[in-house]
């Protein structure tokens, strides 16, 4: 599968964005999928993950209430809608997945073989 991810951009804080992360591939259904970010000079760390029908979300503690992970499977798209955004959600956010036959979403990027190109989302202050 080939990842897409799109929707980032320039936000004040308090704004909000939707991130887009669109596959290629017929069996995305198939395909646990998540959102990671990177800062300068920081590790990757998970954002939101969703299982393959949608019924089961995680998220990371730094972004509960504020970011809602979502995916159409009949457009083959993952969405991540941040709203509230703060100057430390700075980072750029990548799209994962994860072809597995448990539906159970993952938190750790080393769990995740594919990957999209990334998407800069920078949060003014």
């Known amino acids: 599968v080939q990842l897409q991810a799109s929707g980032g951009g320039l936000v004040q804080a308090g704004g909000s964005l939707r991130l887009s992360c669109a596959a290629s591939?017929?069996?995305?259904?198939?395909?646990?999928v998540g959102w990671f970010r990177q800062a300068p000079g920081k590790e990757r760390d998970f954002v939101a993950g969703i299982n393959w029908s949608g019924s089961s979300t995680d998220y990371a503690d730094s972004v509960k209430g504020r970011v809602t992970i979502s995916r159409d499977n009949a457009k083959n798209t993952v969405y991540l809608q941040m709203n509230s955004l703060k100057p430390e959600d700075t980072a750029v956010y990548y799209c994962?997945?994860?072809?597995?036959?448990?539906?159970?979403?993952?938190?750790?990027?080393?769990?995740?073989?594919?990957w999209g190109q990334g998407t800069q989302v920078t949060v003014s202050s």
């Open positions: 591939g017929r069996t995305f259904s198939r395909y646990v």
């Open positions: 994962a997945a994860r072809l597995s036959s448990s539906d159970v979403v993952a938190t750790h990027d080393y769990e995740y073989g594919y």
